[in-house]
T-cell receptor, first 111, second 113 residues
């Protein structure tokens, strides 16, 4: 079974701080990696995807991928109260084009 | 908006009854998925489809069946609902395949009493 592990939190950071979210995956054949944000009672929405080793930046968000360590992270700079949500890490294994999700990390940004 | 509609949005049903959830897409994408989301378990894949009449099982497929007779519709059926199937069900589509993201519908909250 392909596993995606996240620290469930909750993670609390003050407004303006950097929030760091981490994810590990078990399948070395995984091809692409995604971060979703999910507000309570809503569906997941994509924040970023990454498929090459290194960093990828988009506004206040930076995704980091290390395939050798099977590790993906998401950094949120200048955290805002509106960033308070559950963040889901997802992996596409390539085989069957299936997406596997972690259990999510709950983030609270304190004003 | 990725053009995905789930119906119904909410449903309460009795144990032992069959239930069908519908996912409709307007954008002609090849891949469609059904997930369930439960506290502590995250999103778990039930079944997925890679084309009309082409479906396969996910990690939690027991007690569920699917059908895809048209590109735009992917149906999930609980053959005989049980309380353990009380959950939020999400349909998702994938536009092009690898290195592209999955887009989710609004979800269906199903309660089995």
């Amino acid at each position: 079974q392909k596993e995606v592990e996240q620290n469930s939190g909750p993670l609390s950071v003050p407004e303006g701080a950097i929030a760091s979210l981490n994810c590990t995956y078990s399948d070395r054949g995984s091809q692409s990696f995604f971060w979703y944000r999910q507000y309570s009672g809503k569906s997941p929405e994509l924040i970023m995807f990454i498929y090459s080793n290194g960093d990828k930046e988009d506004g206040r968000f930076t995704a980091q991928l290390n395939k050798a360590s099977q590790y993906v992270s998401l950094l949120i700079r200048d955290s805002q109260p509106s960033d308070s949500a559950t963040y889901l890490c997802a992996v596409n294994s390539g085989t069957g084009n299936q997406f596997y999700f972690g259990t999510g990390t709950s983030l609270t940004v304190i004003p | 908006d990725a053009g995905i509609t789930q119906s119904p949005r909410h449903k309460v049903t009795e144990t032992g009854t069959p239930v069908t959830l519908r996912c409709h897409q307007t954008e002609n994408h090849r891949y469609m998925y059904w997930y369930r989301q439960d506290p502590g378990h995250g999103l778990r894949l039930i079944h997925y489809s890679y084309g009309v009449k082409d479906t396969d099982k996910g990690e939690v497929s027991d007690g569920y069946s699917v059908s895809r007779s048209k590109t735009e519709d992917f149906l999930l059926t609980l053959e005989s609902a049980t309380s353990s199937q009380t959950s939020v069900y999400f349909c998702a589509i994938n536009r092009q395949g690898m290195n592209t993201e999955a887009f989710f519908g609004q979800g269906t909250r199903l309660t089995v009493v």
